[in-house]
């Protein structure tokens, strides 16, 4: 089994679990991102809920991506780590008047506008400051991401979005609002999509849209495409780096932008996701009538993803050399969803042994709970622990 090139020794020494994020893994990263779009109209903001650690962010905004916000707490968050406001973009079907009144009082680059009432409100807000608040608006495209259905979201049934039937209503609208700056549209489909036959159907449906409103005499300035590019799971070793080049081209190739026109990315797991760990010991090795259970120090409370989503993530015992064996790999939660792989083949297992839960650096630390009064764990860096 090839396994992680981690400092092994020094990680034994910190009380587990604990997350890890390879700094070197996330620039090399950021630097295919931006080799990837150099010299073309691209702006990529990174989608801030996939992990706000403040090493993670500080390196993030280093590398010049802008910020994906859904919340209050995210656009406050970006602006304290130095991301430019007029890098930010806020989306979220449930934006509370507080959270509208931060990004207008910070002046951020748009707010993507999930429905008519929001509009309204972004509208009154607006005007009660004498501000013009710049927006797009987020469509719901009817496109299928072809991933699970709990990260599927550009589907008419999913609750994100303006549906296209409503785009002569909300377009009539906005010629009445007198504080509302029309920016742009926004998309979003899905997370975790590998297949890009996704992103090209949803490029179909932009240029669609986009004769759409030059039709009604509307000027888009912004296209945003929204994120949801995938990482390969089960391959982190071999592909520690997403395919950016094959994304990018699919959007090059597949949409008409105009030359006055700026796309926008808003990625969030294919940035963070493959410089995570987290880091586990072994409790107990437990036999059971069937099979052999290891339990770990760490459980859904740390990375909730396979008990939320049936999801995988692989598995490294970082301190054996034995044969393989086969354990049911179990948290101390009580709950039988703790459960992150069934019949997973691992070096031979045994008390005190140091397991690493890989590409966790996406949807891991920032969905991490206290349940069961379980302390929130810590993270280090390479860079820390050189
Ligand atoms: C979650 C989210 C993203 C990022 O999705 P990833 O799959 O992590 O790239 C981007 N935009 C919006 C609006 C989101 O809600």
């Known amino acids: 089994m090839i396994k992680a090139n981690y400092p092994v020794n020094k990680l034994k020494e910190i009380q587990t679990p604990f997350y890890y994020y390879d700094l070197d893994v996330l620039r090399s990263t950021l630097q295919e991102i931006n080799e990837q779009t150099a010299n073309l109209n691209f702006q990529v903001h990174y989608a801030m809920k996939a992990n706000v650690n403040p090493s993670v962010l500080k390196t993030i905004m280093e590398a010049g991506l802008g910020a994906d916000c859904v919340s209050g707490g995210e656009v406050q968050a970006a602006i304290d780590a130095g991301i430019p ?19 207008l009082d910070n002046d951020i680059f748009c707010f993507n506008v999930e429905s008519i009432p929001e509009l309204e409100v972004i509208n009154e807000l607006a005007g009660a400051k004498n501000k013009k608040a710049s927006v797009a608006l987020r469509i719901n495209p009817n496109v299928s991401a ?88 089960e391959h982190p070793n071999h592909f520690p780096i997403p395919d950016f080049e094959s994304y990018f081209k699919v959007f090059s190739h597949h949409l008409s932008l105009h030359d006055d026109q700026t796309l926008h990315f ?28 290891a339990i770990l120090d760490a459980g859904f409370t740390e990375l909730i993803r396979p008990a939320l989503y049936q999801a995988y993530h692989r598995i490294e015992n970082l301190s054996s050399d034995l044969p393989e064996e086969k354990y049911d790999v179990v948290g101390p939660i009580c709950e039988s969803s703790d459960t992150f792989a069934k019949d997973y083949s691992m070096n031979g297992t045994k008390r005190g042994d140091i397991i690493a839960l890989r590409s966790a650096g996406a949807y891991g630390e920032i969905m991490a709970s206290q349940y069961n009064l379980r302390k929130l764990p810590k993270a280090y860096t390479s860079d820390e622990l050189k």
């Not at 406001?85 to 449930?94: C, D, E, I, Y």
């Not at 808003?266 to 052999?292: D, F, N």
């Open 146 to 233: 072809h991933t699970h259905h709990y990260i599927t979201t550009g589907l008419n049934e999913n609750k994100f979005g303006i549906n296209m039937s409503e785009l002569d209503k909300v377009t009539d609208l906005i010629k009445t609002l007198p504080n509302i700056h029309l920016v742009g549209i926004h998309f979003h489909i899905g997370s975790q999509i590998t297949d890009m036959s996704s992103f090209q159907a949803l490029c179909v449906r932009i240029n669609e849209l986009q004769e759409y409103f030059e039709n009604r005499g509307i000027k888009l300035k912004h296209i945003n495409v929204g994120g949801g590019l995938g990482i390969n799971y």
């Open 266 to 293: 808003e990625l969030g797991r294919s940035v963070v996701a493959q410089c995570g760990s987290l880091i586990s010991k072994v409790l107990y090795v437990k036999e059971g009538t069937s099979k052999k259970f």
């Open 85 to 103: 406001a007029s890098k930010v973009v806020f989306a979220g079907v449930g934006k509370a008047d507080w959270e509208i009144n931060l990004g």
